[in-house]
């Protein structure tokens, strides 16, 4: 494969993640390593926002210190955006901007609408001439991603979802109610990878091992687990929830908030306000569930929380596994790029071996930009209300490990990029 | 003092908070450092509902690992009651209960209603002739207590609202919106402690220190602060979220959940939007903020979390500070008590030094019973949305240390009690 020679560019899109910085850190630790290839590493401030109107900056430049910071810190320290990009004119934008600053290596770390777009350019410099390798790094918390075994990004929220679970269950059982319903609502707009991820805060008390049983806490909440996968059926739900109120004195609802009842409603959903993509959006699948109980039990309580924001920024309780996967995906992409690849994503597969462990490989971004991967129906319990237990042997392994975070005056301290700016070579851009 | 050899009793009350076990742990230590005086160390299930049905537990059989992990143990170990004790057979029963089991130390951990409680034993066992020592051991994550400087469980709480609402606002912040709403929603219902300590999360970056510069995060979140001492004014927040939102770009408001309108209504309580069941939706104070934003501004889009019972659980993010007091609380209650003390409860004062310190004093459980500390008026910025400066000088020291949680299969391993039940030497309890 013949070398090129060029500047690096890497931006990030969509919804932060906990482990989309580390990522980043994966791009640049491994742009570093080809100074005779990549003489400059590039950051496009909002993704590809940054690349229209030609906020770059240089992230060379930032210190190790921050660098290695970027593995705990929450948000995306370049910043994303939702932007679609769908006019030629724009295309045509991203291509001028890229020659101007000699740009021939491209990184986002985005979902399946950044894929969308990554092919996209990469298509248009293939037929322009334009020598460009671009290499896609996954992002989702939503684990819907195709081709890949899982998503970085996804071990992380699942961790802190069944953390959350755990300790509120506990609070629960403390209450000592006997009629008691508390519900939880989730992240996950189309598949239900989050919501089933509650299940792993299970766990049965081992009373038949004397030594260890008085540390060992035993957990069956959640009860009941609502995909969106699954149309929800109010009396189905109601007659579950009586029967776990009925044996365990509580009952532990977790619902994804894309939840929709059999006639393609969402749970509670505030139809008047879409987002840019036009999708509805999602506030009260929980709050709407708490109300369906109050009203049809007379005498149970029921209380909704909702993590919203709060769960895909949780990097404090980030799962070691997935930051470690997530930089691999940015370093792998960064080693597929200078190795000639251009047009592909890196993807997770898992090793075969009987210890969990990983590998990358490549997958066309056209395959990856517009699939879904819904959770599978296999992993549906009978009742469309629990999680088989191949899917924890599936899930457990990537919420293994915890970081230490520095904490500072009481709380984690976080990287913030010094932020160089790339001086301009074009005039400013208007899209039409 | 005359010594006093009699069975010691603890109890668990009101809503659990992430040390209210650490004040178990420390009851139940300092216990086994009188063995003399205390032959048994006994525990009531469900509060005061343990000890009228006599379910009680030998706490001095549970294992020194167990007695460890309580310290991060969620929820309330014993569990707990909200039950206010008012008629006169249940404090009968209760006097006969210690008579049978031989109960002379009763230590009641929890809040104002809890001590009530507490004080009413103590005054009817006096008056009774029983020999009995009642020392209350504070508990609330309100803060609300009066004449004690905090409450163990505030600093744990605040810590994780703090922890929360400086992840959020990264994530808020590199979504690069123009135009984007933010709300918290936290507990409080009477005092806006919990609310204000969102401003924990207030950072500056130090960009006159070069050295350090690149890993210092600055953090203007959250903007406004609405506390239930405040009766909330839409056309005023209205005008400051405008404010915000022309300055900062985005905008993260705190809301507690007992903020009421000048006319006295709970925000949230009359909300016309309705759910995919045709009911109006009791989303609470964030979501009707929300609500209120989307409409008041077109185009600006807004998002409300409600941490819910997630927060008073969170022991992954409790406060050392908090831990170590609670825990001491829960000792110097029964050092007091062996002392010859009664009727009174644990509070601590914050030491005249340089250094955060604190001490314990006793007060009387009479005039902690009925009181609430409100958020102090001073306090509350001019604009009645901010917080004022000497609060987070206040505050700063209880969100201090972390704990090192032992994880098993990547979620933290908790205390169980192995609950070995104490024979009971009573009829059934049955109150009219």
Redesign the interface.
């Known amino acids: 494969m013949s070398s090129l020679q060029g500047n690096l560019l890497v931006a990030?899109s969509g919804?932060?993640t906990p482990v989309i910085n580390a990522s980043l850190a994966g791009v640049i630790a491994e742009a570093l390593n080809h100074e005779d290839d990549i003489p400059e590493i590039y950051g496009a401030?909002?993704g590809i926002?940054g690349v229209l109107n030609e906020n770059l900056i240089d992230l060379a430049a930032?210190?190790q210190?921050?660098l290695r910071?970027l593995h705990h810190?929450?948000?995306?320290?370049l910043?994303?955006?939702?932007y679609k990009v769908k006019k030629a004119e724009d295309f045509d934008r991203i291509l001028q901007v890229f020659e101007a600053h000699n740009i021939r290596y491209f990184h986002y770390i985005g979902g399946n609408d950044s894929q969308d777009t990554a092919a996209k350019i990469d298509a248009l410099a293939k037929e322009r001439g334009y020598e460009l390798r671009v290499i896609g790094v996954p992002k989702t918390i939503d684990n819907d991603l195709p081709l890949t075994d899982h998503s970085p990004g996804f071990g992380s929220v699942a961790?802190h979802i069944?953390?959350?679970v755990?300790?509120?269950s506990?609070?629960?059982?403390?209450?000592?109610q006997n009629d008691f319903v508390?519900v939880?609502e989730v992240m996950g707009r189309n598949a239900g990878w989050l919501a089933a991820s509650s299940v792993?805060?299970h766990r049965r008390?081992k009373s038949d091992d004397k030594q260890v049983?008085?540390?060992?806490?035993?957990c069956s909440a959640p009860h009941i687990v609502l995909l969106p996968e699954v149309p929800f059926n109010?009396d189905n739900f109601i007659r579950r929830v009586e029967e776990v109120l009925k044996s365990s004195g509580h009952c532990f609802v977790v619902v994804s908030e894309g939840v929709q009842?059999e006639a393609g409603?969402?749970?509670?959903?505030?139809t008047s306000?879409t987002?840019a993509f036009g999708h509805a959006?999602l506030?009260?699948a929980g709050?709407?569930l708490r109300?369906?109980v109050e009203?049809r039990f007379s005498g149970v309580k029921a209380?909704?929380?909702?993590?919203?924001?709060?769960q895909?920024?949780?990097?404090?309780?980030a799962?070691k596994t997935d930051v470690d996967e997530a930089f691999l995906c940015g370093s792998e992409a960064v080693k597929a790029a200078v190795a000639g690849e251009s047009g592909k994503m890196v993807i997770i597969t898992r090793s075969e071996k009987e210890n969990y462990g990983v590998n990358t490989l490549l997958a066309p971004l056209s395959e990856i930009a517009n699939g879904v991967k819904a959770f599978p129906d296999k992993w549906i319990g009978e009742d469309r209300m629990s999680i088989h237990p191949d899917f924890v042997r599936y899930a457990?392994p990537l919420?293994?490990?915890?970081l230490q975070l520095p904490?500072e005056?009481?709380?984690?301290?976080?990287?913030?990029?010094?932020a160089i700016r790339v001086q301009r070579r074009l005039e400013k851009f208007v899209s039409a």
């Open positions: 990030q919804g932060p401030l909002n926002h930032e210190s210190q921050t910071a810190t929450p948000g995306a320290a910043g994303t955006c939702r961790k069944a953390l959350t755990r300790e509120m506990l609070d629960n059982a403390a209450m000592g508390s939880l792993l805060a008390d049983r008085n540390t060992h806490y035993s109010a009842d409603n969402y749970l509670g959903a505030d306000s987002d959006v506030g009260g709050e709407s109300n369906l009203e209380r909704a929380s909702k993590l919203g924001i709060a895909r920024a949780a990097s404090h309780s799962s457990l919420i293994q490990g915890e904490y005056q009481g709380l984690p301290r976080y990287a913030q990029l010094s």
